[in-house]
């Protein structure tokens, strides 16, 4: 973890701290800042991205020139014979039908070679480099899509144990209701002001809300040992902040849903994805093409050969040396139909990856109209259930008079703080529910970032 990650950390910390102090809570931004720094899940994102890039520096390199030295020794033998050849020589005179022979039965042989090449031009070559430039930048989609699921998913777990506190919170309280009602039902009974039926009834919801309460409270540690390793955080000092009692309620969505599908169309993530696979598909085809098929390379070659030892005719040598600049075309003219053959499988593959754009192009429609219409309807919604909340209460208050005076008996008291507390916990879900879908929908037009975020968590903790 390097120096400034580990601040990072230690402010985070020393906030929660103050947080289990009763000064503030954690927020959700606050959450997503910690766990930028220690979830494992953002340093795959960041080494995605940071992959991708060599895949572009791959591409070009693909054109610079390719510098090759070859060098080796071991024991050899080597002859040669050359007959009917012409001799001239100072002095000597010439001869014709002359006869050449040498031979090095065994011998040292050395070799090297230095070569370089420079392609100029290669359909192939371009096609690939191509997709290496798009392998890049799908790396880098990737790596941004991968961080906004992880901040989506921060916002989930955020919620999830905000809900599973809030939901054990009222099932303690419900508890203790029943177990006042319980002691107060055994205590008419004894008098004779009660049947005993009522006794046996808060006896079993008190037994129902233990049970409930145990489930809750796995549910809620589960829930927090999930956000605390996230965020690496304490769990004893993770003190989450509840939204604010009108937060989602005032909520209004200026877009209209074709403006928020078209945004989709063109920035969600998955699509453009899959549009970059699309052209390396087309790319691939391209590839093996009657155009880029032939290559064309500058070359530039030296290099020498040496056979020496002992051979027939006593000691000998043999020498060879090369030396050549210039340009070397090249085409396949006959490959058994494998390139044919390659060729049909990439079109079938481009077929494929355009059907599957235009699948997931429908299915982000669907998903974009699900979440407007949600958002449309769900500050209605919670302003309703947050009216329900508040006639449940004055119902349970009522049931409560009315059992004082005898009108209503510890059943229906039983049944009004269950309702209520009902009531309370799906305002709490109701309400992250909305928030998550805001989340959603920014992600699903790409514009769910570190600022939306902020922006988001004041409008819903501040």
């Known amino acids: 973890m390097t120096s400034k990650k580990a601040i990072a950390r230690a402010l985070l910390i020393a906030l929660m701290g103050a947080s289990a102090a009763g000064t503030h809570a954690l927020d959700l931004a606050q959450a997503w800042r910690a766990v930028q720094t220690a979830d494992p899940a953002m340093a795959v994102a960041r080494a995605v991205a940071q992959g991708g890039e060599t895949q572009r520096q791959q591409a070009t390199a693909m054109w610079r020139p390719q510098v090759s030295v070859s060098v080796g020794a071991g024991m050899a033998g080597a002859d040669s014979a050359s007959t009917g050849a012409h001799f001239a020589a100072s002095g000597l005179g010439a001869s014709n039908g002359v006869d050449f022979n040498t031979s090095v039965n065994s011998g040292v042989s050395t070799r090297w070679s230095v070569s370089a090449r420079q392609a100029l031009r290669s359909g192939e070559r371009s096609a690939q480099a191509r997709q290496l430039e798009l392998s890049a930048d799908i790396a880098q989609v990737q790596s941004n899509n991968a961080q906004r699921d992880l901040m989506l998913l921060t916002a989930k777990r955020y919620v999830d144990l905000l809900v599973a506190q809030n939901h054990v919170d009222l099932l303690r309280q419900q508890q203790v209701a029943v177990n006042r009602a319980l002691v107060e039902a055994q205590d008419r009974f004894a008098l004779g002001d009660k049947p005993v039926t009522e006794t046996y009834e808060a006896r079993a919801r008190a037994m129902v809300l233990q049970a409930q309460l145990l489930s809750a409270e796995n549910t809620g540690v589960m829930a927090k040992r999930l956000l605390a390793q996230s965020t690496g955080l304490p769990e004893a000092e993770l003190t989450l902040q509840a939204p604010s009692s009108t937060a989602g309620a005032e909520f209004s969505e200026a877009r209209s849903m074709e403006q928020w599908l078209t945004m989709a169309l063109e920035n969600h993530g998955a699509l453009r994805l899959q549009a970059m696979r699309v052209q390396s598909a087309q790319e691939e085809v391209s590839k093996y093409s009657v155009g880029a098929s032939s290559t064309l390379d500058l070359v530039a070659q030296v290099g020498q050969e040496r056979v020496s030892g002992d051979g027939d005719f006593g000691a000998a040598t043999n020498s060879s040396g090369q030396r050549m600049v210039g340009l070397?075309?090249?085409?396949?003219?006959?490959?058994?139909?494998?390139?044919?053959?390659?060729?049909?499988?990439?079109?079938?593959?481009?077929?494929?990856?355009?059907?599957?754009?235009?699948?997931?192009?429908?299915?982000?429609?669907?998903?974009?109209?699900?979440?407007?219409?949600?958002?449309?309807?769900?500050?209605?919604?919670?302003?309703?259930?947050?009216?329900?909340?508040?006639?449940?209460?004055?119902?349970?208050?009522?049931?409560?008079?009315?059992?004082?005076?005898?009108?209503?008996?510890?059943?229906?008291?039983?049944?009004?703080?269950?309702?209520?507390?009902?009531?309370?916990?799906?305002?709490?879900?109701?309400?992250?529910?909305?928030?998550?879908?805001?989340?959603?929908?920014?992600?699903?037009?790409?514009?769910?970032?570190?600022?939306?975020?902020e922006a988001q968590n004041t409008a819903w903790f501040h």
Do not use: N, Y
């Open 328 to 453: 070397q075309w090249s085409m396949p003219v006959f490959t058994g139909g494998m390139r044919d053959a390659r060729q049909q499988q990439a079109l079938f593959l481009q077929e494929q990856a355009q059907a599957e754009l235009a699948a997931a192009r429908q299915q982000t429609g669907h998903m974009v109209q699900q979440l407007w219409l949600t958002l449309q309807t769900g500050p209605a919604r919670l302003r309703a259930m947050q009216a329900a909340h508040q006639a449940s209460k004055a119902r349970l208050e009522a049931t409560r008079l009315g059992l004082q005076v005898g009108d209503r008996t510890t059943l229906d008291l039983l049944q009004a703080e269950s309702d209520s507390a009902a009531a309370a916990l799906a305002l709490v879900q109701a309400s992250g529910d909305l928030l998550l879908a805001r989340l959603q929908l920014g992600a699903m037009v790409g514009v769910l970032d570190d600022a939306e975020l």
